[in-house]
């Protein structure tokens, strides 16, 4: 099930209520469980449902309302705790790094192969650029033959100056070459890709903390598949365990993303979102915000 098909189930579900002839507690619960049934189908964790069905009744205590409350005043109880709640599941309430001017903010991205990572390197960095900031790129996955061609097109295109090497085999000694030049040309968004891929997982986890330890970044990213579903969760968890990121990009919400496994991934690595791929091309990413995200989801 897509994102916005889950918006329109639950609207359709807060709708079904406000059409109800009798907006009793029975009424309202069918709608809670509507509702979860949505979030189940969009891939979200069931604990998390679980939870919220609990935090929506409890915020609006049908029982406990006056008798006379009108079904307008009902309506808009009911409407509110939705939000609240669902807004409360993608958000984390922690802030993520904000990159200063003037001064080389080193930003390192992590993510599985495929998930997106040296696409949205670009995008990034040219989101920055845009807004003046001298932005760069360095590639440090030496793993994947044809990763610093892929990185070296993109930067290319975007007119973005960029670092990497056909020769040196160590990921930390690239990253830390790359960010070194850069710092000395007072490049002011530094953003480093790694490999997303290795024959055992471990290697691929212990060059993460090689290269985190040669360049000791003001802000890791995560980057992950919105498309994945469920397995969302336990990878962004054995990330986050290792290289402890600070914020999430979720790629891939354009087309069939489900979104329900990124919205899990928030709430175990308590890791705030922070853009969206929406494309394949460099302008398609768009800031994260989880009010207004909820509130375009519910339409
Ligand atoms: P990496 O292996 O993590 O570096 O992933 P890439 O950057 O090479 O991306 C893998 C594929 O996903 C490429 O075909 C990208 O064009 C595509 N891709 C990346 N981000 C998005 C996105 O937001 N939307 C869509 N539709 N495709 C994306």
Not at 69 to 90: E, G, P, Y
Not at 152 to 178: F, H, M, R, W
Request: hydrophobic share 40%.
């Amino acid at each position: 099930m897509v994102l916005s098909d889950l918006g329109r189930r639950i609207n359709a579900a807060v709708q079904d209520l406000s059409r109800a002839p009798n907006l009793d507690e029975k009424a309202f619960d069918n709608m809670v469980k509507e509702i979860c049934s949505a979030l189940l189908a969009a891939d979200v964790n069931v604990k998390l449902v679980q939870g919220l069905r609990k935090s929506i009744r409890d915020q609006v205590k049908f029982k406990d309302l006056p008798p006379n409350t009108s079904n307008n005043n009902k309506r808009r109880l009911i409407q509110q705790a939705v939000f609240d709640h669902l807004t409360h599941l993608v958000d984390p309430h922690s802030e993520p790094y904000k990159a200063k001017k003037g001064k080389s903010n080193v930003i390192m991205f992590v993510g599985l192969q495929g998930a997106g990572k040296t696409t949205t390197c670009t995008k990034l960095a040219r989101y920055y650029q845009t807004r003046g900031f001298k932005a760069c790129l360095v590639c440090a996955d030496t793993f994947r033959a044809g990763a610093y061609d892929q990185l070296k097109q993109n930067a290319t295109k975007a007119k973005i100056p960029y670092y990497g090497s056909l020769t040196q085999t160590d990921p930390a000694v690239v990253a830390a070459e790359g960010v070194a030049r850069f710092r000395k040309e007072k490049f002011e968004i530094i953003i480093v890709d790694t490999s997303g891929r290795h024959q055992q997982e471990a290697d691929l986890f212990a060059e993460m903390v090689q290269v985190q330890t040669a360049i000791r970044p003001d802000q890791t990213i995560m980057v992950l598949d919105g498309t994945i579903g469920q397995a969302v969760e336990s990878q962004s968890m054995a990330f986050k365990q290792t290289a402890n990121f600070g914020a999430i990009i979720i790629t891939k919400t354009d087309g069939g993303a489900a979104g329900g496994g990124a919205i899990s991934a928030v709430a175990a690595t308590h890791t705030p979102i922070i853009f969206l791929g929406t494309g394949e091309h460099m302008m398609d990413l768009e800031r994260f915000e989880p009010k207004a995200f909820i509130s375009k989801l519910l339409g």
